[in-house]
């Protein structure tokens, strides 16, 4: 087992979100707990919450590494020429694809909720917004600035709960057959409804 002084401080956060991106993608979210991490890289829980500050900002820690993630994997081919349409349909396919890749850390995600007291960190907050700006960047040409940053919140919300709904096994509800076939009707639809408007 580790002692404290076995890693700086820097080290034991490195080691423990590490532990606790594993233990998500092993246990989910409902398995997951700060104890756990503790136990499985040898120091106390009260040392993680001495070096995080409390639960909530360890999963915020843990959370950022898969924003992290989810937005390299986005930007993977995003170097090709794809414009409007098939630029969005392209990133809706990788968000599918990520969330199926890394179901429980993607979860985590959303499965996770600050305290009413807490406010989002700005470092996260930054996180999220590249996100979105990975939507924004193919809408800005079509539609101008100030609708793209709107209608890319609009498409992803849209497109994150097709994809909720896909892999939790619940597309015969809405009678589709795939994540694709609805996330591709949701953008062409709502793209041809902003260009006319």
Request: charged share 25%; aromatic share 8%; hydrophobic share 45%.
């Amino acid at each position: 087992m580790a002692r404290r002084s076995d890693h700086t401080r820097e080290q034991l956060k490195e080691i423990a979100i590490l532990a606790g991106q594993e233990l998500l993608a092993e246990s989910g979210f409902s398995g997951f707990s700060a104890r756990e991490v503790a136990r499985r890289i040898g120091y106390t829980v009260g040392t993680l919450y001495h070096v995080f500050g409390n639960y909530d900002a360890i999963v915020l820690h843990i959370n950022a590494v898969t924003l992290d993630d989810l937005e390299a994997f986005l930007s993977e081919g995003r170097g090709k020429k794809r414009q409007g349409a098939a630029a969005i349909k392209h990133l809706a396919a990788r968000y599918e694809a990520f969330a199926r890749r890394n179901y429980h850390r993607w979860s985590a995600l959303f499965e996770h909720r600050l305290p009413p007291e807490m406010p989002l960190p700005a470092w996260y907050a930054e996180k999220v917004a590249r996100i979105f700006s990975a939507v924004e960047a193919p809408l800005t040409p079509l539609v101008g600035e100030e609708k793209a940053h709107h209608a890319a919140r609009v498409l992803w919300a849209s497109i994150h709960g097709i994809c909720a709904l896909g892999l939790a096994g619940k597309l015969d509800i809405v009678g589709a057959k795939s994540i694709a076939s609805l996330t591709d009707s949701l953008i062409d639809n709502y793209l041809a409804g902003l260009t006319d408007g």
